[in-house]
């Protein structure tokens, strides 16, 4: 019988409840021969998963391989044994491109500096201003990403960066990689989903427009042939910012004058505290626009 993943989990957590309670054993020579038998069970069963994987090598090739990797429990059995497929830094690099989608709906981004020794070094910077989820929460969705992909580093450091920092990542970028099934909540307590913005003919030739899209405010704005979302109001004074002036790459509020920048997520160049409120955008191969908004209800 084939446990689903709640059951797999359960039984994890029984097992290490009596491993725990083998090396409280007051015993020694029980303690000693309960632990020798343990290592003897997990050699033996590293062997067989050896020989498993070998053979899956042989007749089935990467796409066997890969199933295996890909399952949660077999994928910690074979990192246990040192068989798992991936090394530490492909396992952290993808582990960082799957979780990159909902740290920049956040304002946020991260990025693998080094892995060496067993030591990963991440950077890791949240906007702050006009973010509602806390940057230590994005920063601990982070840790426990790459710590479930990589269970066997010897050490995770994460640099991070204030708000005064110089952006080190496009944030467009960041934006645009954000995959249709893998929808980021826009607010903690509310659900985002992908909306159709359209073709956005007025922008054919750069511009900006401010346009609703499913009841939201959405300021879009053209680069050459780069399309960016933002939140319409400018978070010094209110002001919506169409009403401003746009001279690549820098959008100029016309209340307070604060300039942005619209290619590194909307930093502002006057008053580092202060940033745009970036949106998830998609661009099809046909030129629609979706956007994440949040659920009307949410």
């Given at each position: 019988?084939?446990?689903?993943?709640?059951?797999?989990?359960?039984?994890?957590?029984?097992?290490?409840?009596?491993?725990?309670?083998?090396?409280?054993?007051?015993?020694?020579?029980?303690?000693?021969?309960?632990?020798?038998?343990?290592?003897?069970?997990?050699?033996l069963y590293g062997e067989s998963l050896a020989r498993v994987m070998q053979t899956a090598s042989e007749l089935g090739g990467e796409p066997l391989l890969r199933a295996f990797a890909n399952d949660e429990l077999l994928s910690h059995l074979l990192l246990i044994h040192g068989l798992h497929?991936?090394?530490?830094?492909?396992?952290?690099?993808?582990?960082i491109e799957d979780v990159n989608p909902f740290l920049a709906a956040q304002g946020a981004s991260a990025d693998l500096l080094s892995v060496a020794g067993g030591v990963v070094r991440l950077r890791f910077q949240s906007r702050g201003a006009g973010c509602h989820s806390s940057g230590g929460a994005l920063k601990s969705a982070l840790e426990q990403a790459v710590q479930d992909a990589a269970p066997d580093l010897d050490g995770l450091e994460i640099v991070e960066l204030n708000e005064s920092s110089p952006r080190l990542i496009n944030i467009s970028e960041l934006l645009n990689s954000?995959?249709?099934?893998?929808?980021?909540?826009?607010?903690?307590?509310?659900?985002?989903?992908?909306?159709?913005?359209?073709?956005?003919?007025?922008?054919?030739?750069?511009?900006?427009?401010?346009?609703?899209?499913?009841?939201?405010?959405?300021l879009f704005l053209r680069l050459e042939t780069d399309v960016f979302a933002y939140q319409h109001e400018c978070p010094g004074c209110g002001e919506n910012l169409e009403r401003g002036a746009l001279k690549s790459p820098e959008i100029r509020c016309a209340g307070c004058g604060r300039r942005f920048d619209v290619r590194e997520g909307g930093t502002c160049l006057d008053s580092p505290d202060l940033a745009l409120n970036a949106i998830p955008l998609q661009v099809s191969e046909t030129g629609i626009v979706r956007v994440a908004v949040p659920n009307a209800g949410g």
């Open positions: 019988m084939i446990l689903d993943e709640q059951e797999v989990r359960e039984q994890v957590a029984q097992v290490d409840g009596l491993l725990t309670a083998v090396e409280a054993l007051e015993d020694s020579s029980a303690r000693e021969t309960a632990a020798a038998a343990v290592q003897g069970i997990l050699s497929p991936d090394d530490v830094e492909t396992r952290v690099r993808r582990a954000v995959p249709a099934g893998a929808v980021p909540k826009l607010h903690p307590d509310s659900e985002a989903f992908w909306a159709v913005a359209g073709s956005l003919p007025q922008l054919s030739g750069g511009g900006m427009l401010t346009k609703q899209v499913s009841g939201n405010p959405v």
